[in-house]
């Protein structure tokens, strides 16, 4: 399907990417660090574009993804979904932490809880982490013409490394969010007095 909705028909490019977030993180170098921070100030001119960009066609290529926003469920006119105020304002906030996400690469272990805080907040909205990596991609997708001749092989295996570490923690997080609430659900029927012993 590639990136014709952005105008250019781009396909994102196949890469072998690595095998966990640890190794997607090892794997960014001072060079690829500074390509990623360097390439956001230019996408940061169009962050309210790109993320609707990402978004409509995150539902155009997943339309389950849908499902876990109650706001869009029922939408079917991607040019209804472009014009969105709601969509607009999602795709700022995906964008504010990606923009957080660049801006803590430095500092991995804010980076790292960030992460792993809004992985445990998508487990409260019910949003499962099967469908985190379809945003790293429609994200490389919406930038392409963006960042025009400045897009390479090389940024992009940097940002789909920076992705695959980042959706890592994430799930990582709901998965600590999930077990947490399993135990809590576990540890409240236990301390409920038994019935027959409350009748007087």
């Not at 709901?174 to 077990?179: D, F, L, N, P, V």
Request: glycine share 6%; net charge negative; charged share 30%.
């Amino acid at each position: 399907m590639g990136c014709a909705i952005s105008g250019l028909g781009l396909a994102p490019r196949q890469t072998t990417e690595p095998k966990s977030e640890e190794d997607a993180v090892a794997h960014l170098t001072g060079d690829q660090i500074d390509m990623i921070k360097d390439s956001w100030k230019v996408i940061q001119e169009d962050i309210a574009k790109v993320g609707i960009i990402m978004f409509v066609r995150l539902f155009e290529t997943h339309p389950e993804c849908k499902d876990v926003f109650f706001l869009f469920r029922d939408v079917e006119d991607l040019e209804r979904l472009r014009t969105s105020r709601e969509l607009r304002a999602h795709g700022l906030r995906v964008m504010s932490f990606i923009e957080k996400t660049v801006a803590r690469l430095d500092q991995l272990e804010r980076l790292e809880q960030l992460a792993l805080e809004l992985g445990k907040s998508h487990y409260r909205y019910n949003a499962p982490p099967k469908y985190y990596g379809y945003v790293g991609t429609e994200f490389i997708c919406a930038v392409q013409p963006i960042l025009k001749d400045k897009w390479t092989p090389e940024l992009e295996d940097a940002w789909k490394s920076l992705f695959q570490y980042v959706t890592g923690i994430m799930k990582r997080g709901y998965q600590e969010e999930e077990q947490s609430r399993r135990y809590h659900v576990v540890v409240s029927a236990k301390e409920r007095p038994d019935k027959k012993n409350t009748a007087l």
